[in-house]
T-cell receptor
């Protein structure tokens, strides 16, 4: 079975450029999450969607960050304009929402390692 | 506030020995789930084991078991018979049980297994 697919795996770009990260969740999963991992802050939630609808975007750092989920099989995280402090590993994860006591884990993609010069 | 605490930044163990990685959590919600993930040096996040707050028995998955002490709010991961491939970063995470809510992660523990 295909897991969560993220692209690109690595991105190096200059400050001020627009960056778009992409994610394809596991088929049948209806919750999708974007996390960011840095040495200083660890793993932190940026935003998550249930049934393609954004539920909690309180972790999005500022207006330079935006995320969309136009359909059940695709999501993007965009940074415009990018800054060096945005350098991090960005993970997308998905899970199947089965109710309040679900034991279903979140399945993570391999991440995008983003470097802003 | 909901929080996960992993107090051991690094742990060292010999091959074939058992090791316990500590995790304490803080929440006033009665319903929650606890997860452990492994992150090898290659960077991917691998799900290991899950424990629900209402589960009566400690979870086990192969060489992994979770020592769940609800009153103490601890959910320690026990790895039996360590292998060199167990060397990785290990994260404890909590999900409050509204389906689809995000995980709150601890800072992680780096485990090094030597031969």
């Amino acid at each position: 079975d295909a897991g969560v697919i993220q692209s690109p795996r690595h991105e190096v770009t200059e400050m001020g450029q627009e960056v778009t990260l992409r994610c394809k969740p596991i088929s049948g999963h209806n919750s999708l999450f974007w996390y960011r991992q840095t040495m200083m802050r660890g793993l932190e939630l940026l935003i998550y969607f249930n049934n393609n609808v954004p539920i909690d975007d309180s972790g999005m750092p500022e207006d330079r960050f935006s995320a969309k989920m136009p359909n059940a099989s695709f999501s993007t995280l965009k940074i415009q304009p990018s800054e060096p402090r945005d350098s991090a590993v960005y993970f997308c994860a998905s899970t199947e929402r089965r109710g309040p006591y679900s034991n279903q884990p979140q399945h993570f993609g391999d991440g995008t390692r983003l470097s802003i010069l | 506030a909901q929080k996960i605490t992993q107090t051991q930044p690094g742990m060292f163990v010999q091959e074939k020995e058992a090791v316990t990685l500590d995790c304490t959590y803080d929440t006033s919600d009665p319903s929650y789930g606890l997860f452990w993930y492994k992150q090898p040096s290659s960077g991917e996040m691998i799900f290991l084991i899950y424990q629900g707050s209402y589960d009566q028995q400690n979870a086990t998955e192969g060489r992994y078991s979770l020592n769940f002490q609800k009153a103490r709010k601890s959910a320690n991961l026990v790895i039996s018979a360590s292998q060199l491939g167990d060397s990785a970063m290990y994260f404890c995470a909590m999900r409050l049980n509204q389906a689809g809510t995000a995980l709150i992660f601890g800072k992680g523990t780096t485990l090094s297994v030597s031969s």
